[in-house]
């Protein structure tokens, strides 16, 4: 568990420099130096006037497995919205006008399907699902260029 | 629930939605990882051929009348209120890609003029209009969650 800063709720300058124990919040992209924050240590989250530092965590919880039918009815939508997509980038490529609203479509039915799976299967990365998905992919025949290092690193890491 | 196959642009929005989770998590050696795979099965995913946005029509009558409803008797029987949020701001979003279509085929490239594109990172509700809106009216994000297209 470390400390993070929101850089736009930020105001700059203050309690926080001078809390820090280790000098972890004091760092040239504004961003908290992770190497450097104490697990669990939070001071600066407490201190901060803004409301700019939270904590991220290193776990997190198992949650209950979604009931099937739920699950098969947001992951057929995500069918659907993958299909959308395809069509609207298809209609973006084609330069006809309209290319621009055909993008806002693409990316529109993207973050619609990503929350169909969000909220189906793979809401947790560090979660077993997940997990389960990338040890299939491993497992699968694959053309040559399929990254199977990083799918091996997600493997040991989460 | 079983294992399922899924196709090459379905695993390419679990990946993308995963490294969405991992940046939010600050781990960005795993959002680079995840980014990578669902690259990969981006090119690997069928292209459409559509030639009109009349060929979007189908699939969203689809959901409108049969996909969410299919959620939202599900998640209810469930007590599932997670997927009752997805349902209900999916809807809505997809109600208004129906009527910002059926606009554009009256009204063509005259839709756009003046205007900008925005669309909601959060729920994806597109607006077209001359500035970002303040809050996004379906999910209540606020402005510095819209993407200019
Ligand atoms: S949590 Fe503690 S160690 Fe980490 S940045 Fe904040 S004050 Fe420094
Ligand atoms: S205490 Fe808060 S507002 Fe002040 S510099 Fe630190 S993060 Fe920014």
Same mark, same amino acid.
């Given at each position: ?14 309690? &926080?420099?001078?809390? &820090? ?15 450097? &924050? ?9 201190? &901060? ?28 939508? %995500? ?6 997509? @395809?069509?609207?980038?298809?209609? @973006?490529? !084609?330069? !006809?006008?309209?290319?621009? %609203?055909?993008? @806002?479509?693409?990316? !529109?039915?993207?973050? +619609? ?10 809401? %947790?990365?560090?979660?077993?699902? !997940? ?6 992919? @491993? ?14 690193? +997600?493997?040991?890491?989460? | ?50 030639? #009109? ?18 959620? #939202? ?67 209540? #994000? ?8």
């Amino acid at each position: 568990m470390h400390a993070a800063r929101n850089v736009a709720l930020c105001t700059k300058d203050c309690l &926080c420099l001078f809390i &820090c124990p280790t000098g972890a919040t004091d760092t040239e992209t504004g961003q908290i130096d992770f190497t450097k &924050c104490l697990d669990g240590c939070r001071l600066c989250v407490d201190a &901060c006037p803004s409301h700019a530092l939270y904590l991220v965590f290193d776990r997190y919880p198992r949650k209950p497995a979604k009931e099937d039918k739920v699950v098969e009815a947001l992951e057929s939508l %995500l069918d659907s919205k993958v299909a959308q997509e @395809a069509l609207a980038e298809a209609l @973006a490529r !084609s330069g !006809s006008a309209g290319a621009k %609203l055909a993008k @806002a479509l693409a990316m !529109s039915n993207r973050i +619609l399907a990503e929350d169909c799976a969000r909220e189906a299967r793979y809401m %947790l990365p560090q979660s077993e699902q !997940s997990k389960a998905l990338l040890r299939q992919l @491993a497992g699968q025949p694959h053309t040559g260029d399929f990254p199977a290092e990083a799918v091996g690193k +997600l493997l040991a890491s989460l | 629930m079983d294992e399922r196959t899924y196709s090459s642009g379905a695993l390419s929005v679990i990946c993308s939605n995963l490294t969405k989770a991992c940046e939010k998590q600050m781990r960005p050696a795993e959002a680079e990882q995840f980014r990578t795979i669902g690259t990969y099965f981006a090119t690997q995913a069928t292209k459409s051929e559509a030639k #009109a946005f009349a060929d979007l029509n189908g699939l969203i009558a689809q959901d409108l009348e049969q996909g969410y409803p299919q959620v #939202a008797s599900a998640a209810e029987v469930a007590g599932d209120r997670g997927a009752l949020r997805c349902m209900t701001w999916g809807k809505k979003v997809t109600s208004i890609h129906k009527s910002v279509l059926a606009r554009y085929e009256k009204q063509g490239d005259a839709l756009l003029a003046g205007n900008n594109l925005f669309v909601c990172e959060a729920c994806g509700f597109i607006a077209i209009a001359p500035t970002v809106p303040e809050l996004c009216p379906i999910c209540k #994000a606020p402005a510095s969650r819209f993407v200019k297209i």
